[in-house]
């Protein structure tokens, strides 16, 4: 089953469309795996996806370490994603996805800025070969976002200017990406990306909460799944919050 087709069964199973951003603070590592695994049966009920960063990769390590997280998060019929935002040459690029794939993620993030040849065509091949997915970033949520997925700059095909995240949108569709990176911090952003995208790559909207992000806004502006961190992990009731972002959520698709 492809990565898109995956989250699709799951945002309906679950009537959810919120990513679990598993970002635990600092602890010791086995106080880590331990926390993950209670923390997502506790919330979920309401979410569709895990996404890990390096909050768990780099205390844990990848194999016997997150893979046990992953592995956990599948037998509760959740994916899981893997924030490792892939930024390097062709060789090195493809050797990250390949260990993240083997260590069961159904998809990675990645980053357009290093370009298709020699750059994301590796990833996207072996993304191919095993049967898993690719997301872009495509304008990040924070407020340096503006320097470089923001700035203004010449379409190489048409020679006229263009906002880069523009570019990175076109890429997203063209590439074959499973979906876009578009922060909720910047709803008119997300707006001019679905523009592009429609329903063919979806959106994956980081930013709400702790970054000042509002459901609403981002759902309403083609935001298909939102991903949240903080505002759950640090949250008194993990499980409650989780279920009432994803009933705001619902309120707003249903509308
Ligand atoms: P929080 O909800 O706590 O702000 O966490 C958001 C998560 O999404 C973090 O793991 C962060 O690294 C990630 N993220 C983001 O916030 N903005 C982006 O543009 C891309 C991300 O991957």
């Keep these: 089953m492809s990565f ?3 989250m699709n069964c799951s945002a309906k199973e679950t009537k959810s469309r919120i990513i679990l951003a598993l970002d635990l603070p600092p602890d010791k590592p086995s106080h880590l795996l ?3 695994m209670e923390m997502l049966e506790k919330v979920r009920p309401y979410i569709c996806a895990v996404k890990i960063n390096h909050h768990l990769v780099l205390p844990l390590g990848l194999f016997n370490g997150v893979q046990k997280i992953v592995a956990f998060a ?9 924030d490792c935002k892939i930024n390097d040459i062709g060789s090195t690029n493809r050797a990250i996805a390949e260990y993240y794939y083997k260590a069961g993620f159904d998809a990675v993030i990645a980053s357009p800025f290093v370009g298709w040849s020699e750059g994301l065509q590796p990833v996207f091949e072996v993304a191919k070969e095993m049967d898993r997915g690719v997301i872009l970033l495509v304008y990040m949520s924070h407020k340096g976002a503006e320097e470089g997925y923001g700035q203004t700059v010449l379409n190489p095909e048409t020679e006229k200017p263009s906002p880069q995240y523009i570019l990175f949108a076109e890429k997203a569709l063209s590439w074959g990406a499973d979906g876009a990176v578009v922060g909720a911090t910047y709803p008119e952003k997300i707006r001019g990306v679905y523009e592009i995208l ?9 930013g709400i909460g702790a970054q000042g992000g509002i459901i609403e806004a ?5 935001a298909q799944y939102l991903i949240v961190g903080r505002a759950i992990v640090l949250a008194e009731n993990p ?3 989780a279920k009432s972002i994803r009933a705001l959520a619902q309120g707003c698709v249903e509308k």
Excluded: C, F, W
């Design 4 to 6: 898109q087709i995956k």
């Design 34 to 36: 331990s926390r993950s």
């Design 74 to 82: 599948h037998n509760q019929g959740l994916p899981a994603i893997m």
């Design 198 to 206: 429609g329903d063919r790559v979806p959106i994956y909207s980081p």
């Design 218 to 222: 981002a759902l309403r502006a083609g």
């Design 239 to 241: 499980a409650e919050t």
